[in-house]
């Protein structure tokens, strides 16, 4: 993965998502995007505002669960 630390202190990162009956290991959503970002690649460009939208809803949905 371009520009994110090695693969120990990631993994620090991780969130498990449900999938049937299992919980797979995803990187988070923040690293992904710093990833992207780093990368300067048109198709990482392309997609970073979707995921950026994508974790203001993540974080506006937490705020309300926490009210």
Do not use: C, N, Y
């Amino acid at each position: 993965m371009h520009w994110l630390d090695e693969f120990d202190k990631e993994a620090l990162h991780v969130v498990k998502i449900p999938l049937d009956r299992i919980e797979v290991p995803v990187l988070s959503l923040e690293r992904i995007i710093k990833s992207k970002r780093a990368t300067g690649r048109q198709k990482d460009r392309i997609v970073l505002p979707v995921l950026e939208d994508s974790l203001i809803t993540i974080h506006e949905h937490e705020k309300k669960s926490q009210t």
